[in-house]
């Protein structure tokens, strides 16, 4: 059992920068990645980042590459998700999840294989 809790979205103006956090309690020793995911109103949830949880390896979707930046801390239990140049599209719920299976590369960027999901955290762009 592992529980999320996402905070830190918020409304930013296009260009700004904006840092969401996902904090996990519960079985976190069990935890292989950690990701990020958004989804926006009558769209589908998309997949924006993972890490792994031991190596610190990462990986992005193209569209936020260059410009979004997943990080974690183990002692904290803490993902974070470090935006910036935000666009008018990324105006999204951001979602964390938690995955137990092993993945490699674009793998690790499936939902399907995640095991926990947080409540979500609101990040609104405007123009």
């Known amino acids: 059992q592992v529980q999320l809790v996402e905070s830190g979205g918020g409304l930013v103006q296009a260009g700004g920068s904006l840092i969401v956090s996902c904090a996990a309690s519960?079985?976190?020793?069990?935890?292989?990645?950690m990701g990020w995911f958004r989804q926006a109103p009558g769209m589908e949830r998309e997949f924006v980042a993972a890490v792994k949880w031991s190596g610190g390896l990462t990986y992005y979707t193209d569209s936020v590459a260059g410009r979004f930046t997943i990080s974690r801390d183990n002692a904290k239990n803490t993902v974070y998700l470090q935006m910036n140049s935000l666009k008018p599209d990324d105006t999204a719920v951001y979602y964390c999840?938690?995955?137990?299976?092993?993945?490699?590369?674009?793998?690790?960027?499936?939902?399907?294989?995640?095991?926990?999901w947080g409540q979500g955290t609101q990040v609104t762009v405007s123009s």
């Open positions: 519960g079985r976190t020793l069990s935890i292989y990645a």
């Open positions: 999840a938690t995955r137990w299976k092993f993945c490699s590369g674009s793998a690790c960027g499936d939902a399907s294989t995640y095991d926990y």
